[in-house]
């Protein structure tokens, strides 16, 4: 009788310890499953911000391209209005001797002159679309303390252009004729001049003549509107 007893009481010791057992792995499996759907709701929480992030960097970057810093203009929506008024001027003047078609946006225009936008209030940039072509119009509206700095890169510009000795025989005299020009704030660079084939039959000073002309007589237009 007493044997069956201790059978009996380890029997139910047995079924107590499994009971606990299976309780024990219940608990451990639901607490593994929430800490899997937090998981990946943080996941996809990161992966949210993170698109929301690249989208405002490539929204950023976009704007950069077009906007001249503080300035606020979208350059490709053409010049603000007093560029522009300055622009048809000299196209005025030149007629179909304006060459110049490509407009330059602010990143080219830094990596073309140097010039970046917290340098200037406003500008415009022409030159032509065609490589072979120099003719180009530069005015910018330098901030308070940048001329000096707008000049000298401008400057640095020019004296890359005049030492170039893979310039195209009709633009040695094209380019030889640029000239800079600071009126109040504002720094212009002309190099102008058109069609100068048959002052090029004469020798390249012909060509700097006709330049030098054309470039005085748009500084002088300009210089009328700016002062």
């Given at each position: 009788?007493?044997?069956?007893?201790?059978?009996?009481?380890?029997?139910?010791?047995?079924?107590?310890?499994?009971?606990?057992?299976?309780?024990?792995?219940?608990?451990?499996?639901?607490?593994?499953?929430?800490q899997e759907e937090s998981g990946t709701v943080q996941d996809s929480r990161e992966d949210a911000g993170a698109d929301s992030g690249g989208d405002d960097a490539q929204e950023g970057q976009d704007s950069g391209t077009a906007e001249g810093g503080d300035s606020g203009i979208n350059y490709e929506e053409g010049w603000s209005e007093e560029m522009e008024g300055l622009k048809a001027a000299v196209v005025e003047q030149l007629g179909d001797g304006y060459w110049p078609d490509m407009q330059l946006l602010p990143d080219m225009l830094e990596m073309s002159f140097g010039i970046a936008s917290d340098m200037y209030d406003d500008y415009m940039a022409e030159m032509p679309m065609i490589s072979a072509n120099v003719d180009t119009l530069l005015i910018v509206r330098a901030k308070d303390g940048k001329v000096d700095a707008v000049r000298e890169a401008v400057e640095a510009y020019r004296d890359v252009q005049v030492n170039n000795?893979?310039?195209?025989p009709m633009n040695v005299g094209k380019v030889q004729a640029s000239r800079i020009e600071t009126i109040g704030s504002y720094v212009i660079f002309v190099q102008l001049g058109g069609d100068v084939q048959d002052a090029l039959e004469e020798g390249d000073e012909a060509v700097v003549a006709?330049?030098?002309?054309?470039?005085?007589?748009?500084?002088?237009?300009?210089?009328?509107?700016?002062?």
């Open positions: 009788m007493k044997k069956r007893l201790v059978l009996l009481c380890v029997g139910m010791l047995a079924l107590s310890f499994a009971a606990c057992g299976n309780d024990a792995g219940q608990d451990e499996g639901s607490q593994g499953t929430g000795s893979m310039q195209y006709q330049c030098q002309e054309v470039n005085d007589q748009v500084i002088e237009t300009l210089r009328g509107r700016l002062e």
